[in-house]
């Protein structure tokens, strides 16, 4: 294998990644409107030889799947695009190219500089929502292997290429792979953390408290019950339980030092109907952490005990009990680094040859504080996931961006790693 060879494919490559990580970052791929950037990949998937099976997900038939979370809404435009392709001599390794297209919601547009979804390069950065979580990863994916074939060499072994939606709500995209039969004996996720391999990730939970309240015309505010301010308390008993959860002898061990790897959110919040009225209802949605190996059950009924503990001290809640709703993430945390299997060493060996070689430097791990859909390899399909992608800043947030250099270096270390863990044959 010519390591060199390989580097300078991915440089003379690198403006038409450019390119297409740009046209990628202007399909605005919000929840239920994944569409136009799944086209986007399909045509290019093909342009590249891979076979393309494109989908939508059928919620009965993953909802009895480990790992499966509450959907919202319908998944009317929950399409996922995976291309194969095959190998003629399979005398390596398979392998998993796994990303997300869904992205976030923008937020308020005036707190942009530019428009979210009107990429632009400035200096050694694109920005755009998106870009960095994670267009970035699906598009080194891609130039990894466009750069092979470009040397007239492909992988030695079935590769498959994943974009996938419903990674940032559920999971449900990357768990749909799974049961239509994709599996291979290693995954990789270039989510953006800034070319660390990810050693384990948080679990997560979404859950919604509804509250009622007894409306009132605020002339007689005394005699109503305001739902609004009846869920500052819960609020606060929340906060108190996830202090509890991050103590230093509940935390896993790849988190001793970390003192506050569980946050908890309060993300979303609705409720009333008009200035004069004494609010009759009140909605929240809340985001919480867990540690790999937590069970998702022993959390809920955490979190119930303290919603229920909060609502029985409050005047009107203790006849009035809120109602808690899952809906969305049920996500389990994940350690690749507890994963001892001979596979997932010889996948992260791969990978810190491939790195080493790029940076002059060996690969550093870090156990953060978010998930990813590397948990759905890991624990329900024996495939270690390594999670390992560029350096991106203010992702969920304004101005959004992703370091270009760090791109190019990521898509030589994927082809490297592919060249080495698949093995490589002829076109
Ligand atoms: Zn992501």
Redesign the pocket.
């Known amino acids: 294998m010519d390591r060199t060879a390989i580097l300078h494919a991915v440089d003379a490559l690198f403006d038409r990644e450019l390119e297409f990580l740009t046209e990628l970052v202007r399909q605005p791929s919000t929840r239920g409107a994944e569409q136009s950037a799944q086209d986007f990949v399909e045509r290019e998937l093909s342009g590249l030889g891979f076979e393309v099976d494109r989908w939508q997900i059928d919620v009965k038939e993953i909802a009895n799947m480990p790992g499966f979370s509450p959907v919202i809404g319908n998944y009317e435009n929950a399409v996922n695009v995976v291309g194969s392709l095959r190998s003629r001599t399979s005398s390596g390794r398979s392998l998993i190219l796994n990303?997300?297209i869904d992205v976030v919601p923008t937020g308020p547009l005036d707190m942009w500089d530019r428009a979210p979804f009107d990429p632009h390069i400035d200096g050694d950065w694109m920005y755009g929502r998106g870009a960095?979580?994670?267009k970035a990863?699906l598009t080194s994916n891609l130039f990894a292997i466009d750069a092979l074939k470009h040397l007239g060499l492909r992988p030695a072994a079935d590769v498959f290429f994943q974009s996938v939606v419903e990674?940032?709500c559920t999971g449900n995209g990357a768990l749909a792979c799974l049961h239509r039969g994709y599996r291979a004996d290693a995954a990789l996720i270039p989510?953006?953390f800034a070319e660390k391999l990810v050693s384990s990730q948080v679990g997560v939970i979404w859950f919604q408290v509804r509250l009622k309240g007894l409306p009132t015309h605020v002339a007689y505010a005394g005699s109503g019950a305001n739902a609004i301010e009846a869920a500052i308390p819960l609020f606060e008993a929340l906060h108190r339980l996830e202090r509890r959860m991050n103590a230093p002898e509940c935390r896993h061990h790849d988190y001793v030092g970390h003192s506050h790897a569980l946050n908890l959110n309060i993300g979303k919040i609705e409720g009333g109907d008009w200035a004069s009225s004494v609010p009759a209802w009140c909605v929240f949605d809340v985001r919480m952490g867990v540690f790999p190996g937590q069970r998702l059950d022993e959390v809920r009924h955490m979190i119930e005990e303290t919603i229920f503990d909060a609502a029985r001290n409050h005047p009107f809640l203790a006849e009035n009990g809120p109602e808690v709703v899952y809906n969305g993430f049920a996500a389990e945390g994940y350690s690749f680094k507890d994963d001892k299997s001979a596979a997932a060493r010889a996948a992260l060996a791969a990978l810190d040859r491939a790195h080493s070689l790029v940076v002059g430097k060996p690969l550093e791990h870090e156990a953060i504080t978010?998930t990813?859909?590397a948990r759905f390899f890991g624990l329900y399909a024996d495939t270690p996931a390594l999670v390992y992608g560029p350096r991106a800043e203010a992702?969920h947030g304004f101005n959004e961006r992703v370091d270009l250099d760090s791109v190019r270096r990521v898509t030589q270390s994927t082809a490297l790693f592919i060249a080495d863990w698949c093995g490589l044959e002829e076109v």
Do not use: N
Request: aromatic share 0%.
């Open positions: 990303g997300h960095g979580d994670m990863g990674e940032e989510e953006p978010a990813t859909d992702i």
